[in-house]
């Protein structure tokens, strides 16, 4: 991209504040414009929907694939459900069960959302946020919006406009500031096209729970692996990556993590690492040590602002202490295989 914008940055943390910027978004999205907005899970980078001019800017700014497609974001069930030609009964549990929040539906297309949304597929993702931001922004819009993460593709997701501000700065015109996002990672993705729903994407909401709706249909959740044209984000290989190699270790103490690294010929003032239960201590001399929580849910809300400090902070690689095998931490393994991949 050639076009230096001078990207404008507004709080939300008022109302009076929330009011005008929801209003200074909704009019740059009428005119065709991209704007960066808060979710629960993480920023999103928003354009019309129903415009594929406007998506395509979308796809041109983040330099994203065109093969793969992107979430359509909407702020009722009647809005959803015109995004879909069908609306299975299954479909319905969920959305009473999870929504708004981050729960991504897989259905049949509407014939009004143009090919570039779905990378040319015959099924569409919808999702309604549980953020009051995007949810007034949409609603002031009165159309659906296309909104994959508001960074670079393949690169570590943002949770604060800060992290968008670093990715994107220079490239679109407005980023509405929400806090930092709650959820922390972006959201379980289930496909509910065919007899069975799918998860296509692990997410903070478990296959157990979906399940446990699901079942009100009679159906079971069963996690599949996309092939063909991708029917949901998050299938590519190498995904949510910082720009700094990441490995993920296990190790019991300090002196078994230095000794990994110097059987690499890597110095501890180059390399990062981010644990959960066994911490280096200061006097390890590493570059950077992040900490995260060990408990799924707070580990999810910290892990992507620890790998954009970590980025920050530069070296060589960043080391992840290995989560739980536990499948509460199945989101979590994602995102760190494709991040390290």
């Known amino acids: 991209m050639s076009d230096v914008l001078t990207t404008r940055v507004l709080s939300t943390h008022t109302q009076a504040l929330r009011e005008e910027s929801v209003r200074l978004a909704a009019d740059l999205l009428r ?13 999103g980078l928003a354009a019309n929907a129903l415009d594929a001019a406007a998506v395509a800017r979308v796809f041109q700014v983040k330099e994203r694939p065109a093969t793969n497609p992107v979430i359509v974001h909407v702020a009722s069930l009647e809005m959803a459900r015109r995004c879909a030609s069908e609306w299975p009964v299954v479909a319905g549990h969920l959305a009473a069960a999870f929504w708004p929040g981050p729960l991504t539906l897989v259905l049949p297309r509407s014939g009004d959302l143009p090919g570039v949304v779905t990378a040319g597929g015959d099924t569409v993702a919808v999702r309604w946020p549980a953020h009051p931001v995007i949810q007034g922004v949409i609603r002031a819009c009165g159309f659906p919006l296309a909104a994959p993460s508001a960074n670079r593709s393949t690169q570590v997701s943002p949770t604060t406009c800060e992290h968008v501000l670093r990715s994107l700065g220079g490239r679109i015109p407005l ?43 009679g159906a079971v959740v069963q996690p599949v692996d996309a092939g063909g044209v991708l029917r949901s984000p998050g299938q590519m290989p190498r995904h949510y990556a910082p720009r700094i190699p990441l490995e993920v270790w296990a190790w019991e103490g300090a002196e078994e993590l230095l000794a990994r690294l110097r059987a690499r010929g890597l110095a501890a003032s180059q390399v990062c690492v981010l ?29 992507y602002a620890e790998l954009h400090a970590c980025d920050e902070a530069g070296g060589v690689c960043i080391i992840v202490e290995a989560p739980p095998e536990d499948p509460a931490w199945a989101a979590i393994h994602d995102r760190l295989r494709r991040a390290s991949a």
Do not use: F, K, Q, W
């Open 31 to 43: 005119a065709g414009e991209v704007v960066a907005l808060p979710t629960e899970t993480v920023y």
């Open 175 to 217: 980023i509405l500031d929400g806090g930092p996002c709650n959820v922390g990672i972006e959201s379980t993705v289930v496909d509910v096209t065919g007899p069975v729903p799918r998860v296509l994407r692990p997410g903070m909401i478990r296959p157990a729970e979906i399940e446990a709706v699901s079942a009100i249909a």
């Open 275 to 303: 644990a959960h239960e066994h911490l280096p201590p200061r006097e390890a001399g590493l570059r950077r040590v992040g900490v995260v929580p060990a408990d799924p849910v707070a580990y999810a809300r910290a892990l």
